[in-house]
């Protein structure tokens, strides 16, 4: 098959691996595109210049090389209604509408989706103005969770126990073009990522996965997009996947289509397992990363297949999905002074050697070629470094083996990633 895959991150490197790994093992004969891309994408696929968030540039690009299926990879093309202008040419496509995007694009949108379906979610407020943000905080009470209410690359989001800091986030994505803000009841509890592939009407859910959305260890510090995450959750309730489809992914897909705006591929379901039961932090209307990283080194079913008859319709149809008993750590290298800053152009070294250690792959994300053609940073998060192993101890030992080998001057990661669930110390209580 002709894949085109949109996006330049190591979620659309994992993407792009797991589709070549179908061709190294003779499972099917894909010819891969990938636009923008990265130097570790174009290891197994073809890069071309598109602005991502142009549909009709994007369309275009799909109809010139025959593609038979696009993949729109992040959310703010998503948003902007790129997979709508694809399919409109008659290219199957996967990723949601526009319309249906907006469960991601407007944090009040899904809140009012998941009252009309009756999913559980923190309690919230949709403030326009600072004295109803100051009125919100003060009904629910620290800690403050205070949320940009459009796309914010994971950036729009303070949870604090400082009041003074809860208002002054309010007051600056208020200050934003047509600026709102939602103001939420806090939720406790471990928190839980669960990818649902769908199709308008079908649910699949995959194995879920746990991210580290804070910069350094022990969850200290600022929300970065992702600094690592594992795959499985052997301390997760049994039922937990059950559950989430039946009480939150297919009654939220079920409210989409009988809105007119079904939703197709991935309902990204963020959850906290709280002591009061399971709620809905968040939706994406995406893979989420660096979960994916985790999540396709374990699925054993050709991910084309998945995705295919996600965009054409078809999930009823589908094999139950097979999976690699393995467990899959991730470890986000960033670069030096992320995530407030990013430096760029230092060199790369160590790849290679990483990825001659037994299970270890390297995804790129921001990183760019110097004008003599030498692999140097370009970006926050520069590389993810996966790994399998038989458990998570074995899959963490060799993460960070990878890991080790990586030169890259100034760069900082977490050493935590999955150590807590590796000890068996999450707990939901
Ligand atoms: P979001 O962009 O909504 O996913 O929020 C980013 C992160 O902020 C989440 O992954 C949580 O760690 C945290 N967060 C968001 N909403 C809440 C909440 N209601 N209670 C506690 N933490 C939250
Ligand atoms: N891992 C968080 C996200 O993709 O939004």
């Known amino acids: 098959m ?84 694809v399919r409109a040419a008659g290219i199957p496509v996967f990723g949601p509408s526009g319309e249906a995007a907006r469960l991601e694009g407007s944090k009040s949108f899904a809140k009012e989706v998941m009252a009309a379906a009756g999913v559980p979610t ?4 949709v403030c ?26 994971g950036k729009g989001v303070v949870v604090t126990d400082d009041r003074e800091a809860a208002l002054a986030h309010g007051e600056a994505c208020l200050a934003n073009e047509n600026g709102r803000v939602v103001v939420e009841e806090y939720l406790d509890g471990p928190e839980v990522s669960l990818f649902c592939v769908c199709d308008g009407a079908t649910v699949v859910p995959l194995v879920p996965a746990q991210d580290f959305k804070r910069v350094g260890n ?15 959750l052997d301390w997760a309730p049994s039922g937990l996947v059950d559950e989430v489809v039946a009480r939150i992914a297919q009654p939220t897909v079920d409210e989409m289509a009988r809105r007119g705006t079904p939703f197709s591929g991935v309902l990204y ?32 079913t050709p991910l084309s297949e998945v995705m295919l008859a996600a965009a054409r319709g078809t999930l009823a149809e589908l094999e139950p999905l097979r999976w690699r008993p393995e467990a899959s750590v991730t470890v986000v290298v960033a670069s030096e002074g992320y995530p407030a800053s990013a430096r760029s152009g230092d060199p790369i070294t160590g790849i290679e050697d990483a990825e001659s250690l037994a299970g270890v792959h390297v995804l790129h994300a921001g990183t760019g070629l110097s004008e003599t053609g030498e692999l140097v940073s370009a970006g926050g998060r520069v590389l993810s470094v996966v790994a ?22 100034g760069s900082h990661h977490r050493t935590d990633i999955a150590l807590k669930a590796e000890r068996g110390e999450v707990a939901v209580s």
């Open 388 to 409: 399998l192993g038989r458990d998570l101890a074995d899959a963490r030992r060799r993460a960070y083996e990878g890991v080790a080998k990586i030169d890259l001057k």
């Open 122 to 125: 923190a309690m919230a407020h």
């Open 269 to 300: 379901v963020g959850l906290a397992l709280t002591s009061r039961g399971t709620r809905v932090v968040e939706f994406n209307a995406r893979f989420g990363d660096p979960e994916t990283q985790s999540v396709l080194a374990r699925l054993a």
């Open 128 to 153: 326009t103005d600072a004295t109803e943000v100051a009125a919100a905080l003060d009904a629910f009470g620290a800690p403050y969770v205070v949320k940009d209410d459009g796309l914010a690359a």
């Open 218 to 232: 022990d969850d200290e510090g600022p929300n970065t997009g992702g600094m690592g995450a594992y795959t499985p």
């Open 2 to 85: 002709k894949i085109l895959a949109i996006g330049t991150g190591a979620r659309e490197h994992a993407i792009v691996h797991s589709l070549d790994r179908e061709n190294v093992t003779g499972v099917a004969v894909h010819e891969l595109h990938a636009a923008p891309g990265n130097p570790g994408i174009a290891a197994a696929a073809t890069l071309h210049e598109v602005d991502p968030l142009d549909g009709a540039a994007v369309a275009a690009l799909a109809e010139r090389l025959g593609a038979e299926l696009v993949v729109v990879g992040p959310e703010a093309p998503l948003v902007a209604g790129v997979a709508d202008s």
